[in-house]
């Protein structure tokens, strides 16, 4: 196993930039007419990207879809409400430092056993944000309870990025080999849009490049069956923020969470549930508590 650490090898990503003003969805939408086109015209029934890449293609039925593990927050109301994070999913959290809090905690959560709302499983926490703090669990632990953390600890697989370029590189071409070696079943992505609003950066661009890795992701999640938090704790609402509207389009359950007495929360988007709002704990669940003593 590995310790939590810096996984600073983030190679700079390639120019992304394209001599013609169109969006990424449309450059997208030509490569796939262009893998039509080859497939009528060679009978191909194969799944196959426009560069000729082979592509895994995964079935599953849908009693495995139905009942499935599921990941818990450990939070009573918030789980109510969403109803567990299934494998295949992503998830996008914003609004107040509540989503940096939630995401760690999900990080210790992942490791317990299915019969805890957990998957048995590591953590790929990559910070966008340079926000992780690896001693908030460590903190809580030994002001709570006289043990030590380590073997939890050595779940979570940090990596931080610096430039949106970085960002996009790491989860366009490393994070799927990465999570097949790890066997990680959870991604948290902090601080996800930041980056990408670089004051010196062509807007249209950066915006492009946001798509690209968000669709990435998206890509990762179902094909490695992996659940993806998406957090960015310093945006509001608007809407008519391009990249909010982008990565509220492409994932699949929406939660804005807000400052102030009671951490009032908001469900915007969910595949079976209404908006609705509620209010979450800021403790650490008691599962968790029984995980750090060891029981």
């Given amino acids: ?152 600890l050595d779940r979570i697989l940090v990596s931080r990025a610096f430039t949106c370029h970085q960002l996009t590189s790491f989860i366009t071409n490393i994070l799927p080999k990465e999570v097949q070696e790890r066997s990680a079943k959870l991604i948290i992505i902090s601080d996800m849009i930041e980056l990408y609003r670089d004051p010196d950066a062509n807007q249209i661009e950066s915006l492009d490049l946001f798509k690209i890795t968000t669709n990435s992701l998206i890509t990762t999640a179902r094909l490695e069956k992996v659940i993806v938090l998406a957090t960015s704790p310093h945006e509001k609402k608007s809407c008519s923020d391009p990249f909010l509207q982008a990565i509220k389009q492409r994932v699949d359950i929406v939660l804005r969470l807000e400052e102030g007495c009671g951490h009032k929360a908001l469900l915007e988007k969910h595949p079976t549930r209404q908006e609705e709002e509620f209010t979450i704990k800021t403790t650490v669940p008691k599962v968790l508590e029984e995980f750090l003593i060891g029981d």
């Fill in 1 to 152: 196993m590995q310790r939590v650490k810096d996984q600073n090898r983030i190679a700079s990503a390639p120019s992304t930039s394209r001599t013609r003003s169109a969006s990424s969805d449309t450059y997208a939408g030509e490569k796939m007419a262009a893998f039509m086109r080859n497939s009528e015209l060679h009978g191909e029934c194969s799944l196959k990207a426009a560069s000729g890449e082979q592509l895994p293609v995964r079935f599953c039925t849908v009693s495995e879809l139905q009942t499935g593990p599921h990941l818990f927050f450990g939070d009573g109301d918030l789980d109510q409400f969403i109803g567990g994070l299934s494998l295949g999913q992503v998830i996008f959290l914003y609004g107040s430092q509540q989503c940096l809090t939630l995401s760690e905690l999900l990080c210790l959560q992942v490791q317990l056993e299915p019969t805890r709302g957990g998957l048995n499983s590591k953590a790929i926490f990559i910070d966008g944000g340079n926000t992780f703090d690896p001693y908030f669990i460590a903190q809580y632990a030994a002001e709570k309870f006289p043990i030590c953390i380590d073997q939890a």
